[in-house]
C-alpha cells in the first residue's frame, strides 16, 4: 500500500514524519511529496513547500498532487498539517476540496489528518521520553515540564488544548514549540551551558521515541490519525490469498 505524504512544516516533518510513519505502520511504503528537502546553495527554492501550512499548502497540493499522478500511483493521499487553532472540521474540508479538484485523484482514498496545535504536542504528551534524548538528560527534562506548566499553562493531559486562535495571525497567540524553546533557555543551572531545544534536530528523535499509545489517551486528533493509518496500513495483511 503506497501513501503519498503531503505535510505542512519544515526541517521536523522532512526529518521526522516520514521515519515516525514507517516506524509504526509497516504495512505501507510511505513517500513523501512535501515539504521538499532544500537543496543547498546560494540561492534556495523559494516556491518549495518549507514552512508552508494551512492556505498555502492546499495550494502546494493543487500544484504538485497532478504533477505526482502523471508519473506514479498511490493507495491513500495522506495530509498531515499543523492545526495552529483552526477549526479541524473546516481545515478537513478545505484539504478535500483541493484534492477533489484534481481529477486523476478521484478514486484514490485520501485522509487529513492533523497535529494540534503542532507536531510538538505528540512529545508533550509523551513527555518523559525527552530523559532519553542526550541534551537533556538528568533533571533538566523535568525542570522544563515544570516551567511549560507553570509559565507557559501547557496542560501535559490535554496538549492539543494549548493556546488559542488568532484571527490576525490566522494561527495561534501563542506557538508551542516557541514555548518548549524558551523552556530549555530558563535561567535554571540544569540549563546552563547546554543547548537549547531545536524543533529540526531533537523534534525528529523524540518522534522515534514516543508511544503512539500514550498519545492517543491525551491528543484524540492523533487519535484518529493514528487509528486511520492503522487500519488501512493493516489491509494488506487481511486480504484473502489469490487463488
Not at 49 to 68: M, N, R, V, W
Not at 150 to 158: G, I, L, T
Request: hydrophobic residues 35%; contains cysteine; glycine residues 4%.
Amino acid at each position: 500500500m503506497v501513501v503519498w505524504l503531503f505535510a505542512g512544516g519544515g526541517e521536523a516533518e522532512v526529518r521526522g514524519l516520514i521515519p515516525f510513519l514507517r516506524q509504526h505502520f509497516p504495512g505501507c511504503t510511505f513517500e513523501r511529496k512535501t515539504p521538499v528537502r532544500q537543496k543547498p546553495g546560494p540561492k534556495p527554492n523559494k516556491n518549495l513547500a518549507y514552512g508552508k501550512t494551512g492556505q498555502s499548502l492546499i495550494d502546494q497540493i493543487k500544484k504538485e498532487l497532478p504533477i505526482a499522478l502523471r508519473g506514479g500511483h498511490c493507495d491513500l493521499i495522506l495530509v498531515i498539517d499543523d492545526l495552529d487553532c483552526r477549526n479541524p472540521d473546516e481545515q478537513k474540508q478545505k484539504f478535500l476540496a483541493a484534492i477533489d479538484t484534481v481529477s486523476a485523484a478521484a478514486n484514490i482514498d485520501r485522509f487529513v489528518g492533523f497535529a494540534a496545535p503542532e507536531l510538538e504536542a505528540w512529545i508533550i504528551a509523551d513527555w518523559e521520553k525527552m530523559a532519553k534524548i542526550t541534551n537533556f538528560r538528568g533533571n533538566r527534562w523535568q525542570q522544563m515540564r515544570w516551567w511549560l506548566s507553570s509559565q507557559r499553562n501547557v496542560d501535559f493531559e490535554h496538549p492539543e488544548s494549548f493556546s488559542e486562535y488568532d484571527a490576525k495571525k490566522d494561527s495561534c497567540r501563542e506557538k508551542l514549540s516557541d514555548a518548549i524553546v524558551e523552556a530549555s533557555e530558563m535561567l535554571d543551572e540544569s540549563n546552563r551551558n547546554k543547548p537549547r531545544f531545536s524543533k529540526s534536530t531533537h523534534s525528529p528523535l523524540l518522534l522515534l521515541e514516543i508511544d503512539p499509545s500514550i498519545v492517543q489517551k491525551k491528543c484524540p486528533l492523533f487519535r484518529d490519525l493514528y487509528t486511520k493509518l492503522n487500519n488501512f496500513c493493516q489491509q494488506v495483511h487481511q486480504r484473502p490469498p489469490s487463488a
